[in-house]
């Protein structure tokens, strides 16, 4: 069956990071998504449009070279029959192409026209180079994070880039189009890694304003401070992720390690999480990880075990729902989230630069000799 986006056209300047990640989500709902490669161009990064280019599945491919008029007229041709367009330049790169949002829209006023920067289409640092440690680190998360007695850890690049830069993008597609469905005009989608990056802090922003969150690192509830909100080391090297925040879960924990629920309370002083964590760690040592993981295996105690990238595609409960799958032999994440009507597709690996140039012409109502020497 087709996926909830199947009949949407969106066209994808080729790019790094969030915006191919926004359009692979459109994809594997079911739209159709057209990726435009510089043609010539070498990839910056050497798995690019290859089999292992995860982010660049399920989409066909054109090559272009944008600064050719004749190439321009056929990029401006095939916008005026999309209904969404992604890029992930720095401000002002699309309107020297003359492809910025203005004659665009004036060509075709239904147009969603999605921009997805580090730090925004305005402001001070819009011209900026960044990446994802630079957009997390303006927004006050990122000093949130790690133990206290060190610098802010460097996290895997899952928060700025994916989270608040290319799902967000791909939230701001969907809400941008079903308003042109209803109204016939579109618009342009501003997405600012810096800003997807705060949004996804909302809670805690409440949390500060409520005096519920201090400034200092690691001496709250869910920055490692809590004794019962953690990660904790195991006598073979791995790892637990223990989290029975809720006190029903926390006195599960304590029944289960056989401890005292008179020192291990979850009311305890914020002032005595590190005597206690320290007790905790002791105990954990002492045994492997799938020790534990067996001993609180069933029970609701928020015990489970920390899992590496092959353990995480081969537990059971990832192959019980189909959470990885494999395409052209590269083990990747299932499309998600999951729709009971229309389920989500991975329609093909990634696309070799210009592999469908004809065909996509073809299939728009355009001159396929458009694209002849």
Known sequence: MPGPLSGLRIVEMVGLGPAPFAAMML????????RVHQRGQRPEIPLMNTRFDVLARGRRSIALDLKAERDLEVMRDLLARAD?????FR??????????PEPCLAANPRLVYGRMTGWGQEGPLKDAAG????????TGALAAMGPADAPPPVPLNLIADFGGGGMLMAFGMVAALLGAKTTGEGQVVDAAMTDGAALLAAMFWGFRAGGLWGAARQANLLDGGAYFYGTYACADGKFLAVAPVEGKFHRILIDTLELDPAEFTHAAEPAAWGRL?????????T???DHWARLFAGTDACVSPILDWDEAAADPHARARGAFVSVDGVVQ??????FSATPSAIA?????????????LAGWGLDPARLDP
Do not use: K, Q, T, W
Not at 27 to 34: Q, R, T
């Open 27 to 34: 994809a594997d709902a079911g739209a159709e998504v057209i």
């Open 84 to 88: 969404g367009l992604i890029e992930g």
């Open 91 to 100: 401000p002002g790169v699309m309107e020297r192409l003359g492809l910025g």
């Open 131 to 138: 990446h994802d440690l630079n957009y997390l680190g303006a």
């Open 277 to 285: 964590r320290a007790r905790l760690a002791a105990i954990f040592l």
């Open 287 to 289: 045994e492997p990880r």
């Open 333 to 338: 994440p299932a499309p998600a989230p999951r």
């Open 348 to 360: 093909s690996g990634p696309a070799a630069p210009g592999a469908h140039g004809r065909e996509i």
